[in-house]
């Protein structure tokens, strides 16, 4: 009964209801665009009407002849008339769709874990402990998640991801990790997380900037590619937004370090970093207008034995705070607590309270080697005092390369017979072209000196 009274009410339309249309919108003052968004229709459908492509709704046709009974309205009257009007007519299933959907969206005001029931993870005690009690309540996020190799870092990562956006605190998110684990990230964010990240290359910035429009919001793309000089300066152009997350993966690998001379020696990839970190006083060609509002790194190694490396990763967490590697000593353990969590893998354990891996055991285990006058302890004896004769001769030139040396063949040694044969055998041949090059006059004295320095 219903179709038939809506087909009766089609069929009632009259013949020239295109060119009515077309008067009605000209004697309000509207243009089409105008006249769509108050009859709640796209532009194109008034276009088709007005063209007698298509006929209007009998919603619609009520809607203009209720609007054409009045005159001409006032200009308030008329902004008010642009509001498009309430349309009961549309499927109940869809509309029971979008009221779950906005229901859902405010999820996390009544339930604080809400991204843990919307994504397909059990998280972890440590897991949970990261992203709800440090990470959640640091706002800016400045944060470094060191945990040992195996903890989840990039489930905590997405977890944390998922959360902000539940809570509608992000949008823009940019993940920075190495080339070799982008598959895995996309894979991760999508499958348990349902976040769609889009992965770029260097080709996407040849032709376009792919920082910029719908499909930007949520990126993943490689150290390298980032810093390279096809894409980084494609961050500087007007048109992109600033990305509200950047999470750096394997950030141990943003390195910079300090040499004897005091000098400063930073990679690319940590010039990336600072000027996505907004540090001030970077190079002009790595310097951005923007600066991302919260930082994550990740790295399972934060200290690698050097303590200048390891307070630059700081530095980016606070730049102003940390300006020196004195102001870091002085830093407090409190205030580093803000910045930083690593637990170690003994620390992990199961809900049930089970340890999550097998305890470690590290023993030092010795063994006799065999004597004689060919034997493993003549092979070891000789080959020791060799390394301290080169090491002693060496190391007036080049100390820390004399004891890089010494270390290697000491490994070598402790591999395989082999393995240190084929290692005396290319330093014989490497001594013998020199040698020979001398010989021939090509190569003086200071020269070799020279080599031996670098």
């Given at each position: 009964m219903q179709r038939m009274a809506r087909d009766t009410t089609i069929s009632s339309l009259p013949s020239d209801f295109s060119?009515?249309?077309r008067q009605f919108r000209a004697r309000l003052g509207f243009t089409?665009?105008?006249l769509a968004a108050h009859l709640g229709v796209s532009y194109a459908t008034v276009n088709r009407w007005e063209n007698g492509q298509t006929k209007p709704s009998p919603l619609s046709w009520q809607q203009i002849l209720r609007m054409g009974e009045g005159d001409s309205p006032d200009p308030v009257e008329k902004a008010t008339m642009k509001r498009p009007l309430l349309d009961f007519t549309a499927s109940p299933d869809v509309v029971r769709v979008l009221v779950e959907g906005e229901r859902l969206s405010f999820g996390h005001t009544f339930n604080p874990a809400f991204a843990t029931e919307i994504s397909q993870i059990d998280a972890l005690p440590h897991q949970r402990i990261a992203v709800y009690e440090h990470m959640l309540k640091r706002f800016p996020l400045r944060f470094?998640?060191?945990?040992?190799?195996?903890?989840g870092k990039t489930i905590m990562a997405g977890l944390y991801v998922r959360e902000m956006i539940a809570r509608r605190l992000i949008k823009r998110v940019l993940i920075v990790p190495p080339a070799g684990l982008?598959?895995?990230w996309y894979s991760e964010l999508l499958t348990l997380f349902s976040l769609p990240f889009r992965i770029i290359s260097g080709a996407d910035a040849k032709t376009t900037n792919p920082f910029i429009g719908d499909d930007s919001d949520c990126l993943i793309v490689s150290v390298d590619t980032l810093a390279g000089k096809a894409m980084f300066p494609r961050l500087k152009e007007s048109g992109v937004i600033p990305y509200d997350l950047v999470i750096f993966d394997e950030a141990h690998k943003l390195s910079a370090d300090r040499g004897n001379d005091l000098?400063?020696?930073k990679t690319d990839r940590y010039k990336l970093a600072e000027a996505l970190a907004g540090v001030e006083g970077v190079d002009e060609a790595w310097s951005l207008p923007w600066a991302a509002h919260h930082l994550l790194l990740l790295t399972a190694t934060p200290h690698q034995g050097k303590d200048y490396p390891y307070y630059a990763l700081w530095r980016l967490l606070e730049p102003e705070v940390l300006s020196t590697l004195e102001a870091f000593e002085e830093y407090p353990?409190?205030?580093?607590?803000?910045?930083?969590i690593r637990r170690t893998k003994e620390e992990m354990v199961h809900i049930?309270?089970?340890p999550l891996y097998p305890t470690r055991v590290s023993d030092t285990l010795g063994y006799d080697l065999t004597q004689?006058?060919?034997s493993e302890q003549t092979l070891y004896d000789e080959t020791t005092d060799y390394m301290r004769h080169v090491f002693n001769r060496a190391k007036m030139l080049n100390r820390s390369a004399a004891r890089l040396a010494m270390s290697v063949l000491q490994r070598r040694l402790a591999s395989s017979t082999y393995a240190l044969l084929r290692s005396f055998e290319r330093r014989i041949d490497k001594l013998s072209g020199l040698i020979r090059q001398v010989q021939e006059g090509k190569l003086t004295e200071e020269q070799i000196i020279i080599l031996q320095r670098r």
């Open positions: 060119a009515r249309i089409q665009v105008e470094m998640l060191a945990d040992d190799a195996g903890a982008i598959g895995n000098r400063v020696r353990p409190e205030r580093r607590e803000v910045h930083f049930s309270g089970k004689g006058p060919t």
